[in-house]
């Protein structure tokens, strides 16, 4: 399934993506500058992970948390 390769991985687009969505964020005028929060459970969990390696913009990370009710002032 492409995992010999890294450049053939079927993940490698996935995590550029999400990498490209943080970017994307942060571009956006009503982004603070401050805080930007990637959350995700299961293989969203990964995906948080990822994008949270991946991009210096990002400064918080939630994987695999219940977030019912919860949220980020």
């Given at each position: 399934m492409?995992?010999?390769?890294?450049?053939?991985?079927?993940?490698?687009?996935?995590?550029?993506?999400?990498y490209q969505a943080a970017r994307y964020l942060a571009s956006l005028e009503a982004w603070d500058g401050k805080r930007l929060v990637v959350c995700g459970s299961s293989q969203g969990g990964a995906k948080?992970?990822?994008?949270?390696?991946?991009?210096?913009k990002v400064n918080a990370v939630c994987d695999g948390l219940e977030l019912k009710g919860f949220s980020i002032p």
């Open positions: 492409g995992n010999a390769d890294r450049e053939q991985s079927y993940y490698l687009r996935m995590f550029l993506l999400c948080a992970l990822a994008t949270a390696y991946l991009s210096e």
